[in-house]
Nanobody
Framework: QAQLVQSGGGLVQPGGSLRLACTAS????????IGWFRQAPGKEREGVLC????????YYADSVKGRFTISRDNAKNTVYLQMNSLKPEDTGVYYC?????????????????WGQGTQVIVSS
């Protein structure tokens, strides 16, 4: 089992950028499924960007394609969500999650270990 600790988040103006970090202990994230999810006020949690296995093809929600990317620092066992051109509708609580690797494409239902969440507010 992984323990995930998130950092980053905060207040940013529309059009700005923000990077969220997710650092794991107990699991080498390089070899496991990684997902970023968010829950906007009044909405259900949605998958934002997920990769289901090492060298898998990342899935991007349509709403973030071209704006959000994932990267990692294996030495730090940390994955990052780089968010660019932020919009007010990106506001919400963002969570990272990990799971055993699986085949398939998309944000699937196998996530078992979750970060604590971090608030992102996009507003003037």
């Amino acid at each position: 089992q992984a323990q995930l600790v998130q950092s980053g988040g905060g207040l940013v103006q529309p059009g700005g950028s923000l990077r969220l970090a997710c650092t794991a202990s107990g699991r080498p994230l390089e070899y496991f499924a990684i997902g970023w999810f968010r829950q906007a006020p009044g909405k259900e949690r949605e998958g934002v960007l997920c990769i289901n296995s090492k060298d898998g093809i990342p899935y991007y929600a349509d709403s973030v394609k071209g704006r959000f990317t994932i990267s990692r620092d294996n030495a730090k066992n940390t994955v990052y969500l780089q968010m660019n051109s932020l919009k007010p509708e990106d506001t919400g609580v963002y969570y990272c999650a990990s799971a055993l690797p699986v085949s398939g494409y998309g944000c699937l239902d196998q996530y078992s270990d979750w970060g604590q969440g971090t608030q992102v507010i996009v507003s003037s």
